[in-house]
């Protein structure tokens, strides 16, 4: 067996020996640590497949540490220095940046599938920061940088891995060291998927013209992509080639947020006694709470989760009217989820832009304010290593019941958003937060139409989804109202350090 020192469950251990004969097969030997050049282009893709606590991230986090130290590459994304001959190469990749920033939390130096498929085109003077900082070059000297300032750079590094964050670290902004952008035309070699549940079959298609060897990471208790057909990608994979974890990790260290996510695997569980098992659990543990309003406090940083759009529309308008929001502008602190780059092609290099520095359909975003020019916003990228930017914006704040969403304002072109106070929970997927809301009412609706998804009925699709998206506490609203906030809206804790970022119910400045 080549497993590490760490204690694996025997379906770890399983999945680890599966993984480690595909490498092998393709030159890379986790035993020895020897690395060969790939033989032929063969393509081979493989699923580790668990519900929430199975331990997917863990196997993840180590499969990647082990390579490293077997000498394979580690692609972030952001700079991948020279090209050196029969180097093997590993990209950890998630659908968005909000996943890539929980994998990076732990410690995984993860980026986006979009940031994999197109690459900076850095100064010639400050690469030669970049190669020091990835140990391919001497400590540099540049003209207006400090040693001060290289040492900032050179600390962010070892904390995060990133030569645009290091850059920002020692004063520089994305536009003094990159210069443009450019599609990958090189293929990479071994890929780590997490949250494949939220790929189509297009986004596979895509990733295995890069990446030859594929390893998936999915949850099969999710909601499958609202664009696809047919399922999850990895269910179609040979069974040979499907990696189940079945031991609950996180349940066993007595996570009631678990338990109920586990709980609605049990045929015999309606809606009903579902939230009689949520009631009992609030009742032993506080971080379980059968909640009878909505939290506008927590709405700011951390959506409501709903099912329905006309929910979602009435929630963002009672939460803007809450803060005293004017209709013709947003105020500081709002919150923002991308609907998308809406440029011309002849922008295509700034539009490359924008989606590098995290700006892609789905992004969490903060408004900051009005930026410089008209039609300007200054913008905080939540999970993107480089948070702050500026940018031409398009801002839609929908209105129930009219086909046409009002906009505050609006430059001519650049990114679209929509109002990020209630999300979807579809949308939901692949991010994480200190504690999440979940409207209850909108997935009794679901439960009583009776509806399916995927084999499972709808309204324990979206209850396991939006549950399992709490890291510490769940907060299950059951009715349909709205408590006020403790205090004006501001952006200040943007800045504060990610470990000090945690939400309560009190204040959205703790």
């Known amino acids: 067996m080549t497993t590490p020192a760490l204690q694996f469950s025997d379906d770890q251990a399983q999945a680890w020996d599966s993984i480690a004969d595909l490498l092998a097969a393709n030159g890379v030997n986790l035993t020895d640590a020897l690395l060969t050049p790939p033989m032929g282009d063969s393509s081979a893709v493989m699923a580790v497949i668990g519900k929430a606590g199975s331990g997917k991230t863990l196997l993840l986090a180590e499969l990647t540490k082990a390579l490293k130290e077997a000498g394979v590459s580690i692609v972030s994304g952001d700079w991948e220095g020279k090209r050196k001959k029969d180097r093997r190469t590993l990209a950890v990749l998630a659908p968005t940046n909000k996943a890539a920033a929980v994998l990076r939390n732990r410690g995984v130096p993860a980026t986006t599938i979009h940031r994999i498929l197109y690459t900076p085109v850095y100064d010639p003077e400050y690469e030669r920061i970049a190669e020091w900082l990835a140990g391919e070059g001497t400590r540099p000297e540049i003209e207006g940088l400090t040693d001060v300032a290289l040492d900032r750079a050179w600390a962010s590094y070892q904390i995060n891995t990133s030569v645009p964050a290091a850059l920002a670290a020692a004063g520089l902004r994305g536009s003094d060291f990159i210069t443009g952008w450019k599609r990958r035309e090189d293929p990479l070699d071994i890929g780590f998927i997490d949250e494949s549940s939220m790929l189509d079959q297009k986004a596979l298609d895509d990733l295995k013209e890069i990446f030859p060897t594929l390893v998936l990471f999915g949850d099969p208790a999710q909601l499958p992509p609202v664009q696809g057909t047919g399922g999850m990608v990895f269910e179609k994979l040979p069974e040979k080639d499907r990696l189940i974890l079945n031991r609950i990790h996180r349940q066993e260290a007595g996570n009631p947020i678990l338990d109920l996510a586990h709980a609605l695997a049990d045929p015999s569980v309606d809606f009903y006694k579902f939230e009689r098992l949520v009631a009992e659990a609030a009742a032993k543990d506080p971080r379980v709470v ?61 539009r490359l832009d924008l989606e590098a520095r995290g700006l892609i359909k789905g992004a969490q975003v903060i408004y900051r304010g009005p930026g410089s020019k008209p039609g300007f916003s200054k913008l905080w990228v939540m999970g993107a290593e480089e948070p702050q930017l500026s940018a031409a914006s398009i801002v839609k704040i929908e209105k129930e019941g009219e086909e046409e969403p009002f906009i ?80 004006p809206l501001g952006v200040d804790d943007l800045h504060m350090p990610a470990a000090e970022l945690k939400l309560t119910v009190q204040s959205d400045e703790d």
Not at 303 to 325: K, S
Request: one cysteine or more; glycine letters at 8%; hydrophobic letters at 45%.
């Open 290 to 350: 059968l909640a009878q309003r909505v939290e506008s406090d927590l709405m700011a940083r951390s959506p409501v989760l709903v099912w329905r759009n006309a929910t979602r529309i009435r929630l963002i308008h009672a939460f803007r009217g809450a803060y005293g929001a004017p209709e013709d502008a947003l105020i500081p602190g709002e919150p923002l989820i991308c609907d998308g780059i809406e440029l011309p092609m002849k922008h295509r290099k700034k």
């Open 408 to 487: 505050p304002y609006a430059a001519r072109m650049g990114a679209a958003f929509l109002h990020g106070a209630a999300v979807t929970i579809h949308k939901a997927q692949g991010s994480q937060w200190d504690t999440v809301q979940v409207f209850a009412p909108d997935i009794e609706v679901a439960a009583k139409m009776g509806r399916s998804e995927s084999g499972q009925p709808l309204w324990k699709r979206l209850a396991y989804v939006a549950i399992t998206r709490a890291e510490r506490e769940l907060r299950w609203v059951v009715r349909n109202r709205l408590a006020r906030p403790s205090g």
